[in-house]
């Protein structure tokens, strides 16, 4: 699977080997940095907006250049996604962190076994928005898809599935 969570876009004139090497390098510098950001997450209490715009703009920035290289599906690619997401969910931009999770959970459910609760997170996190923006049919669905792979994770009488449950009889 390390070349499809690797994939290059795919293009007329297709990246040098070199150009290829200089993104991965690119990619786990940013990443590094982001991280390194939000290790200092207490002085998000001081300066929330301007730190969070800061750090989304970071993943943008960086989504925008590696996109020129890699395709979505590429685990540096998701991994700026899932961190963008994270900012749009700290500073509940909804829409924001859906597009965001859009994006993302088609690559993860190939990457990631069928049962995985990485995949089941996603779906949890998406039924969730989805229900926030109040398009209750795409929130059902997903957190019923979210529950499926749980109920196998986990066994179907776990706390958090009946806690979902319990969730979507309430809306």
């Known amino acids: 699977q390390d070349k499809e969570k690797l994939e290059i876009r795919k293009l007329n004139d297709p990246p040098s ?3 290829v090497r200089d993104m991965i390098k690119y ?8 991280r390194r950001a939000k290790h200092y ?6 300066i929330l907006t301007p730190l969070a715009c800061e750090l989304l703009e970071i993943c943008e920035l960086s989504l925008d250049k590696m996109g ?18 994270g900012v749009c969910l ?10 965001y999770g ?8 190939k990457h990631y076994p069928s049962y995985s609760l990485n995949v089941a997170s996603m779906w949890l996190k998406l039924g969730r928005l989805y229900m ?6 795409a929130g059902v669905k997903a957190l019923k898809r979210a529950i499926a792979i749980m109920e196998v994770a986990h066994g179907k009488d776990h706390p958090y599935i009946s806690e979902i449950k319990k969730e979507l009889e309430d809306h």
């Open 17 to 19: 080997a070199e150009t």
């Open 41 to 46: 997450k207490y002085i998000l209490c001081l």
């Open 90 to 99: 700290y500073v509940q931009d909804w829409e924001g962190a859906l597009r």
């Open 27 to 34: 990619a786990r510098n940013v990443i590094e940095e982001f």
């Open 132 to 137: 926030a923006l109040e398009n209750r049919t």
């Open 68 to 85: 020129a290289v890699f395709e979505d599906s590429n685990v540096y690619m998701l991994h700026m996604m899932y961190q963008a997401m």
């Open 102 to 109: 859009q994006k993302i959970i088609r690559p993860y459910s």
